[in-house]
Nanobody, 119 residues
Framework: QVQLVESGGGLVESGGSLKLSCVGSGSRFSFDAMAWYRQVPGKEREFVAQ???????NYADFVKGRFTISRGSAKNTVDLQMNSLRPEDTAVYYCNAKMFRMQDTTNYWGQGTQVTVSS
């Protein structure tokens, strides 16, 4: 059974930095892509950043130049370095992993980690 576990969330002042980490387990294979999403109460979960095997990372416009996603040295791990944080970045951040098989994509989700940015 695939599990994703996030860590690194917390409370930070505006302009500060945090680093989120995600460790995946239970898969014999490396995930084809790993990503971060975030969600605030009352809103849909939104894409933040993704890194794919053999591809360049891509980012939501609102984090470009501030956040950096990277695969860890260990299999099925991913980090999100968040700099210049703003109060509007406050959300629960979820780790996502994707497996691509033919025309199907299987998504796995972590339980989320809270990030709170104070003004």
């Amino acid at each position: 059974q695939v599990q994703l576990v996030e860590s690194g969330g917390g409370l930070v002042e505006s302009g500060g930095s945090l680093k989120l980490s995600c460790v995946g387990s239970g898969s014999r294979f490396s995930f084809d892509a790993m990503a971060w999403y975030r969600q605030v109460p009352g809103k849909e979960r939104e894409f933040v950043a993704q890194t794919s095997s053999g591809g360049s990372p891509n980012y939501a416009d609102f984090v470009k130049g501030r956040f950096t996603i990277s695969r860890g040295s260990a299999k099925n791990t991913v980090d999100l370095q968040m700099n210049s944080l703003r109060p509007e970045d406050t959300a629960v951040y979820y780790c996502n992993a994707k497996m691509f098989r033919m025309q199907d994509t299987t998504n796995y989700w972590g339980q989320g980690t809270q990030v709170t940015v104070s003004s």
